[in-house]
């Protein structure tokens, strides 16, 4: 215990985050290549819903709109999670080597745009992968919980821009965040209902788990943004909110990634 309470008071620099993104672009990198060189080919259709004419019931004085659904296209699960490490490894090599510069600057000031614009896409992907394994196939629907996830991330952007002119704290774009970040889960609860209800059966318990395991580390996210603006204990320090970010990506990303290859991706 002494020894984990000496790291955590031990001063963070800047080498030192920049080998954290080295070695964390390395992980993320090789978990991906991994989950595809491992993962069985399971596909997941994408579908369109859209209003026709009732051919049995419809007259032309009484014209009857049902809705309609029609396949598109499948999307291999396995790139889906792959395509979420590969962001990452990207984004921590960029910052780590091109943009090093550019990511210490804004560190110093309290921003990183880059972790929020990986996060806008990497994040949503996530959701993407949750969004198939709820029953969600529909592409307009998918394009939404996409957007939202992807809004939610990029207003903790506004929230470091923002709080760079003001002298008391502003937490309007994080509470809005909030907001669109919780939209997604309450439409998988509305198909894991229906499921239960109207399916004849349920989803599968590993997807509990994944529902439990991701909702409770995007909450970790707001938790340590709370943390940094309130400055209470280690995240006084900017950086250590910074370390703190990096392991939650990493957490979060294998979390689902391998619950999901035990669930459904093993051969």
Not at 59 to 86: G, S
Not at 168 to 178: E, F
């Amino acid at each position: 215990m002494n020894n984990i309470k000496n790291y955590l008071k031990k001063k963070i620099t800047y080498p030192e985050l920049n080998l954290w993104n080295k070695y964390l672009a390395g992980m993320h990198g090789f978990f991906g290549v991994l989950i595809l060189i491992l993962s069985q080919n399971r596909a997941f259709p994408i579908t369109t819903s859209f209003l026709t004419l009732n051919p049995l019931t419809s007259t032309a004085k009484h014209p009857v709109l049902v809705t309609a659904q029609r396949h598109l296209f499948d999307v291999r699960m396995a790139y889906v999670i792959a395509a979420f490490f590969f962001m990452s490894a990207i984004a921590h090599l960029l910052v780590a080597t091109r943009y090093k510069d550019k990511y210490e600057s804004d560190l110093k000031i309290g921003i990183n745009k880059f972790r929020w614009f990986e996060y806008a896409f990497s994040a949503s992907t996530m959701m993407i992968a949750v969004s198939f394994l709820s029953g969600v196939t529909d592409l307009s629907s998918l394009i939404m919980i996409f957007t939202l996830i992807l809004v939610m991330n990029l207003l903790g952007l506004v929230m470091e821009v923002h709080n760079q002119t003001t002298k008391k704290t502003s937490w309007v774009s994080y509470v809005i965040g909030c907001v669109a970040g919780i939209i997604p889960w309450l439409v998988f609860l509305i198909y894991t209902v229906g499921v239960e209800i109207y399916g004849g059966g349920g989803i599968p318990t590993f997807v509990y788990f994944i529902y439990g395991t991701i909702f409770i580390s995007f909450n970790c996210f707001a938790i340590n943004m709370y943390l940094q603006y309130k400055k209470i204990g280690y995240w006084k320090n900017y950086l250590f909110g910074e370390k703190v970010y990096m392991v939650l990506s990493l957490v979060a990303k294998t979390l689902l990634a391998w619950q999901v290859f035990f669930g459904i991706l093993r051969p």
